[in-house]
């Protein structure tokens, strides 16, 4: 419970669907994964949130940052999200696909990684 006042933040990195290489990476992924989900955490946390009828205040932001970080980064933190785990052994052709696709985006290397940051911010308002 939040005392009159507090607040809670619930925020989730996801890949920004703006940038054209971040769209066309979750394409192949929800192609070729089972149990991939889609994106959009914030709609759904607010709506479940304002579902509990506590009279919460909510407010959402979405914000964009990004990153450069070598491609053996970018695949392990993929490789770690948790439709692949579930994959196991079966996850590495799909990662080496990725691998390949993204050296045609990013020749050097180092990929540009796009993020959207969604934020939920539920207050509690003052008696």
């Given at each position: 419970?939040?005392?009159p006042?507090?607040?809670?933040?619930?925020?989730?990195?996801?890949?920004?669907?703006?940038?054209?290489?971040?769209?066309?990476?979750?394409?192949?992924?929800?192609?070729?994964?089972?149990?991939?989900?889609a994106?959009?955490?914030?709609?759904q946390?607010?709506?479940?949130?304002?579902?509990?009828?506590?009279?919460?205040?909510?407010?959402?932001?979405?914000?964009?940052?990004?990153?450069?970080?070598?491609?053996?980064t970018?695949?392990?933190?993929?490789?770690?999200?948790?439709y692949?785990?579930?994959?196991g052994?079966a996850?590495?052709?799909?990662?080496?696909d990725?691998?390949?696709?993204?050296l045609?985006?990013?020749?050097?290397?180092?990929?540009?990684?796009?993020?959207?940051?969604?934020?939920?911010?539920?207050r509690r308002?003052v008696?």
């Amino acid at each position: 419970m939040l005392r009159p006042g507090g607040a809670l933040a619930l925020w989730w990195n996801v890949p920004d669907p703006d940038v054209p290489w971040a769209a066309a990476q979750e394409a192949r992924i929800a192609r070729r994964l089972p149990g991939y989900y889609a994106h959009g955490i914030t709609s759904q946390a607010a709506g479940l949130i304002r579902g509990l009828g506590l009279g919460l205040r909510l407010e959402t932001r979405v914000l964009r940052w990004t990153r450069t970080v070598p491609l053996a980064t970018h695949l392990a933190m993929l490789g770690s999200r948790s439709y692949f785990a579930a994959l196991g052994p079966a996850a590495a052709p799909v990662l080496e696909d990725e691998r390949a696709a993204l050296l045609e985006v990013f020749p050097d290397g180092r990929v540009e990684e796009a993020y959207r940051l969604d934020l939920t911010v539920a207050r509690r308002p003052v008696s």
